[in-house]
């Protein structure tokens, strides 16, 4: 694959995984509990309001899944894990962008 090629398909990653990044970031501002499971595809990721899902999307950035299960949130996240995800996202987006970028220089 040429440069131009390979330039292409990196750009459509970093777009998929920056569109990820957002309905997260959506999703922890809006809701007061979330749920992620394993699945085939990524990671499940379930935010749910006053008792009820309000919006349910598959996480398949493998780097943005890992840096979830790597801070121990899988299953149902709630009450203060719930808060210090939401109050830490910036340094776990931070985190994700960075593994990105250094892979793609690699």
Same mark, same amino acid.
């Given at each position: 694959? /040429? &440069? ?26 809006? *809701? ?8 085939? /595809?990524? +990671? ?5 309001? &006053?008792? +009820? ?19 121990? #949130? ?6 203060? /894990? #719930?808060?210090? +995800?939401? /109050?830490? &996202?910036?340094?776990? *987006? ?6 990105? +970028? ?5």
């Amino acid at each position: 694959m /040429n &440069y131009a090629g390979r330039m292409c398909v990196v750009l459509v990653r970093t777009q998929n995984t920056m569109e990820e990044l957002e309905r997260l970031k959506m999703g922890l501002d809006t *809701s007061q509990k979330m749920v992620l499971k394993d699945s085939d /595809n990524g +990671l499940n990721c379930s935010f749910i309001r &006053y008792g +009820l899902v309000h919006d349910d999307f598959l996480l398949q950035d493998e780097d943005l899944a890992a840096a979830l299960t790597k801070t121990g #949130f899988v299953g149902i996240v709630e009450g203060n /894990n #719930f808060e210090r +995800l939401r /109050n830490n &996202y910036g340094w776990l *987006s931070v985190k994700v962008k960075t593994q990105k +970028l250094l892979k793609e220089l690699k």
